[in-house]
């Protein structure tokens, strides 16, 4: 009689790009960054980020288009230079001479 072994599965950590960059004020560091990997750093929906980069220049788009008018989908990656570019033009600054005293 064979006896089987069952292996348990690792437990996920967290990605450590994200943890890097959570360090690093926000900006992803690394090749490609995902838009799920922007809401864990950026602490926005998957709706913001998707709608913020479906038309950006620079944004890697896979698309799969299904048949009989069925929806198909989307996968983004994002270099990081193109979601720092982003990021900073959605950043609203403080106008200068309004500090707090």
Request: hydrophobic share 25%; net charge positive.
């Given at each position: 009689?064979?006896?089987?072994?069952?292996?348990?599965?690792?437990?996920?950590?967290?990605?450590?790009?994200a943890k890097h960059a959570a360090k690093n004020g926000g900006r992803p560091g690394g090749k490609l960054v995902s838009p799920s990997m922007l809401c864990r750093i950026w602490g926005l929906s998957k709706h913001v980020i998707n709608s913020w980069f479906e038309n950006e220049p620079g944004v890697i788009v896979w698309e799969r288009k299904l048949r009989g008018g069925n929806r198909g989908n989307k996968t983004y990656r994002i270099p990081p230079e193109v979601a720092e570019r982003v990021r900073l033009r959605h950043t609203i600054a403080e106008p200068p001479g309004d500090e707090a005293a």
């Open positions: 009689m064979k006896s089987s072994t069952v292996m348990e599965q690792p437990k996920r950590t967290p990605h450590l790009k």
